[in-house]
């Protein structure tokens, strides 16, 4: 049978690393081993400390916890972000040599030490890449001594106790590096490439590459999320009819969508645009205080242009060789559409 190892950096917060157990246990997925690197900060030895108890308490368990020299990990003391990778990357490239399945952690630790940590996951071929979600309150006091109890029974380790709401683990996508580590090593020794990097093997492995890297690919915006978004908008379009009536700034949605729907569809479309980058602040706000309101052209023209003013990022502004969307505009809700659109668009997506 296939053992399983869970390897994570460690902070103050014990159950930033058990709770990815417990939560890969919820998966039918049982970690035979538990290795932890950390600073040798006190804080943190009270975490390992805490989790030795734990895991003792748990069968077939064995909790190592390991900690480079420094006690901060800042590179006053020589270095010690390398130090925490090289760490990280040792214990993963063991258990990759016995045979293990390696489960890698992010959420333990300074936010510096999860991304140290994604990286020798990479160059060292992990099998998995875990964030572990916890609620509010688990995450307020995940580090307080008062509440944090070396017991499976205790929500701040175990916070699969307090049901689905209060805990998700989140499988983060990552690329398979570690066929470069010896030729990595051969250029730090000699300063030459590797004759394997031949124009054959490029052009051989460029498509499983791309492949990869098409999941982060346009920057900002995931495939997932550019086809969430054609999705809201043939959900609004099928749904919504305009009806113009004597008053022209003055227009009823009608359909299968109520006014709370539309407002929930137009609030992820915003959402999605706001976290790829497509909008500021000051244009998402703007935009969401005109999302429900029918207004007539002059209306429309004269925010929207006052939006676009405020759009550091431009995407508003490329419209201005597409006069014609904004003249025929008369809702908010299908200005915003036509954005969407351009945008994927512009993107190569549609």
Same mark, same amino acid.
């Given at each position: 049978?296939?053992?399983?190892?869970?390897?994570?950096? /460690?902070?103050?917060?014990?159950?930033?690393?058990?709770?990815?157990?417990?939560?890969?246990?919820?998966?039918?997925?049982?970690?035979?081993?538990?290795? !932890?690197?950390?600073?040798?900060? &006190?804080?943190?030895?009270?975490?390992?400390?805490?989790?030795?108890?734990?895991?003792?308490?748990?069968?077939?368990?064995?909790?190592?916890?390991?900690?480079?020299?420094?006690?901060?990990?800042?590179?006053?003391?020589?270095? !010690?972000?390398?130090?925490?990778?090289?760490?990280?990357?040792?214990?993963?490239?063991?258990?990759?040599?016995?045979?293990?399945?390696? @489960?890698?952690? $992010?959420?333990?630790?300074?936010?510096?030490?999860?991304?140290?940590?994604?990286?020798?996951?990479? %160059?060292?071929?992990?099998?998995?890449?875990? @964030?572990?979600?916890?609620?509010?309150?688990?995450?307020?006091?995940?580090?307080? *001594?008062?509440?944090?109890? *070396?017991?499976?029974?205790?929500?701040?380790?175990?916070?699969?106790?307090?049901?689905?709401?209060?805990?998700?683990?989140?499988? +983060?996508?990552?690329?398979? +590096?570690?066929?470069?580590?010896?030729?990595?090593?051969?250029?730090?020794?000699?300063?030459?490439?590797?004759?394997?990097?031949?124009?054959?093997?490029?052009?051989?492995?460029?498509?499983?590459?791309?492949?990869?890297?098409?999941?982060?690919? *346009?920057?900002?915006?995931?495939?997932?999320?550019?086809?969430? +978004?054609?999705?809201?908008?043939?959900?609004?379009?099928?749904?919504?009819?305009?009806?113009?009536?004597?008053?022209?700034?003055?227009?009823? *949605?009608?359909?299968?969508?109520?006014?709370?729907?539309?407002?929930?569809?137009?609030?992820? $479309?915003?959402?999605?645009?706001?976290?790829?980058?497509?909008?500021?602040?000051?244009?998402?706000?703007? +935009?969401?205080?005109?999302?429900?309101?029918?207004?007539?052209?002059?209306?429309? &023209?004269?925010?929207?242009?006052?939006?676009?003013?405020?759009?550091?990022?431009?995407?508003? &502004?490329? /419209? !201005?060789? @597409?006069?014609? %969307?904004?003249?025929? !505009?008369?809702? $908010?809700?299908?200005?915003?559409?036509?954005?969407?659109?351009?945008?994927?668009?512009? &993107?190569?997506?549609?």
């Amino acid at each position: 049978m296939t053992e399983h190892v869970l390897i994570s950096p /460690l902070g103050f917060s014990p159950g930033a690393v058990s709770g990815v157990y417990f939560a890969l246990e919820q998966k039918n997925i049982k970690a035979n081993q538990i290795i !932890t690197v950390g600073t040798a900060h &006190q804080g943190v030895r009270n975490a390992a400390a805490i989790l030795n108890t734990l895991f003792r308490k748990v069968n077939d368990v064995a909790y190592k916890a390991c900690y480079i020299d420094a006690e901060e990990l800042c590179d006053r003391v020589g270095g !010690t972000s390398g130090s925490f990778a090289a760490r990280m990357g040792l214990y993963i490239d063991r258990a990759q040599r016995s045979g293990q399945t390696v @489960h890698v952690a $992010v959420t333990g630790g300074r936010s510096g030490m999860g991304a140290l940590a994604a990286l020798a996951a990479q %160059i060292y071929r992990a099998h998995h890449l875990y @964030h572990l979600w916890v609620d509010e309150e688990i995450e307020r006091w995940g580090a307080d *001594p008062m509440r944090v109890r *070396p017991d499976p029974d205790n929500c701040y380790v175990n916070p699969t106790i307090k049901g689905k709401n209060a805990w998700s683990l989140v499988s +983060l996508p990552f690329l398979d +590096l570690s066929d470069l580590i010896k030729d990595a090593e051969k250029y730090r020794r000699s300063g030459q490439v590797s004759a394997n990097w031949t124009a054959e093997r490029l052009v051989g492995e460029g498509p499983a590459m791309f492949k990869a890297l098409s999941y982060y690919v *346009p920057a900002g915006l995931t495939i997932a999320r550019a086809e969430e +978004l054609l999705e809201l908008v043939a959900e609004w379009r099928d749904g919504i009819e305009w009806i113009t009536q004597d008053d022209p700034t003055k227009k009823m *949605p009608i359909g299968k969508i109520d006014l709370a729907g539309q407002k929930a569809i137009w609030d992820r $479309v915003l959402s999605i645009l706001y976290t790829a980058g497509a909008l500021d602040d000051k244009s998402r706000e703007s +935009l969401r205080r005109l999302m429900n309101e029918s207004i007539s052209n002059d209306y429309a &023209q004269r925010k929207l242009k006052d939006v676009a003013q405020q759009d550091e990022v431009g995407i508003l &502004q490329q /419209l !201005t060789a @597409h006069k014609e %969307i904004i003249i025929t !505009t008369v809702t $908010v809700s299908t200005f915003i559409l036509a954005v969407v659109e351009l945008w994927l668009k512009a &993107q190569g997506i549609i």
